[in-house]
């Protein structure tokens, strides 16, 4: 039998302030062991919450280990799929010194980690490496143009050397290595206050409060329903090509656009109010997804509109509880 082991975030409570809802990871150990994998998650709950996985306690093939990556770690595993970094940005600017450790020492473990015991690795590197870009949609042969020294540099430039170790593992010490460039992503079990604009306007909507639009709105961004992520992870890891893969849907909307989906979704009566915008802001982004299709077979089967109703779902639940047909 296969044994993997998927190395990501669960969460802290989000009360906490520091609290985010590191999501993707749980859907991909869902898919794991559901295959009949031994999976071995390790994270140190920064942003992840342990109710994202619980349902997988007591099982013989479900280990969790509360582990900081940016510390060394002795494992036995075949796959590492490398997820561990807070990935909004109000969190991974909450403490950028930390975030960068997470991302290039937490990087270097975890491929020391894969070349002390001959495992496969996987990156999930980011749309961000492509920074504002000037080139649209982006394709995975252009190198960005990323600010050093901004407010977003301690994730977009720490991812970018991420996929520099993974390359010189690679080149250097024979590595399996894998990369996936991630384009924002949505669905259940999101950080409900995590401050990304899926699940602020989601919650928002909800809670009659108005959606709060960052900017003039006209900004854009492509969004990608989680199990399309995890089904290209999973085949990225699987497959014979390193990367970088670009995962992402490339249907794009501008956060008016997005605004109008969720007040279709929710509530037609949801109000819009702007909001200075934050420093740095991509203002567009697309991806060119042309080599994920032809090499790895893989494209994303849920649009916008049909994949937040399952979002909003799992909200209703979180935020009203057993009340949610009285909040809608
Ligand atoms: P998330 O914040 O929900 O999950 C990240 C997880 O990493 C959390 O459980 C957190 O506790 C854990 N973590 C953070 N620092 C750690 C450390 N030093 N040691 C151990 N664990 C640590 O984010 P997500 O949306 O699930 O993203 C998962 C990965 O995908 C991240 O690497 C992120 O950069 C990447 N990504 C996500 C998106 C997206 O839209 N969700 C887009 C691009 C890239
Ligand atoms: N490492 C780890 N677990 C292992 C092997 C290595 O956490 O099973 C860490 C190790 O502590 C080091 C990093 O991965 O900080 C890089 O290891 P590598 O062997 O590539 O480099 P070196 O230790 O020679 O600098
Ligand atoms: N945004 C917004 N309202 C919000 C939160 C974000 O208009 O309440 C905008 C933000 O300025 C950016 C886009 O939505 O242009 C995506 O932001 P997010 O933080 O979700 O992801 P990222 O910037 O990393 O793509």
């Not at 997820?83 to 991974?92: E, G």
């Amino acid at each position: 039998m296969l044994v993997a082991a998927a190395i990501f975030c669960l969460a802290a409570p989000s009360g906490s302030g520091s609290g985010t809802a590191g999501f993707v990871g749980s859907h991909l150990v869902d898919r794991l062991v559901a295959r009949g994998d031994s999976v071995i998650v390790v994270d140190n709950l920064f942003t992840g919450r342990k109710e994202n996985v619980m349902h997988h306690f007591g099982n013989p093939n479900f280990e969790m280990i509360r582990h900081d990556v940016v510390e060394p770690i002795l494992l036995e595993v075949d796959q590492i799929y490398h997820l561990a970094c807070p990935a909004s940005p109000v969190h991974y600017k909450y403490n950028p010194v930390k975030t960068i450790k997470t991302n290039v020492v937490g990087t270097l473990n975890m491929l020391g980690l894969a070349k002390r015991i001959g495992a496969r690795f996987l990156l999930t590197s980011t749309s961000e490496v492509y920074g504002d870009p000037l080139q649209h949609p982006q394709v995975e042969t252009y190198w960005g143009n990323v600010n050093p020294i901004g407010v977003r540099s301690c994730y977009d430039e720490g991812k970018r050397t991420a996929e520099t170790l993974t390359m010189d593992y690679h080149r250097g010490a024979n590595l399996e290595v894998r990369i996936a460039r991630i384009f924002n992503t949505y669905g259940p079990r999101m950080c409900i206050d995590d401050g990304r604009v899926v699940s602020n306007f989601v919650a928002q909507a909800l809670r009659k409060e108005p959606l709060t639009v960052y900017g003039d709105g006209k900004q854009t961004r492509s969004f990608q329903y989680v199990s399309d992520l995890v089904e290209g992870l999973m085949r990225l890891m699987e497959g014979d090509h390193i990367g970088p893969f670009n995962l992402g849907n490339p249907g794009e909307f501008t956060m008016l656009e997005l605004a109008k989906v969720v007040q279709d979704t929710i509530d037609p009566n949801a109000r819009i109010e702007f909001r200075e915008n934050t420093q740095d802001d991509p203002h567009k982004r697309k991806p060119d997804i042309t080599k994920a299709k032809e090499q790895l077979g893989w494209e994303p089967k849920i649009a916008l509109r049909d994949g937040l109703p399952l979002m909003v779902t799992d909200f209703r639940k979180r935020i009203f509880g057993d009340q949610d047909s009285a909040a809608t």
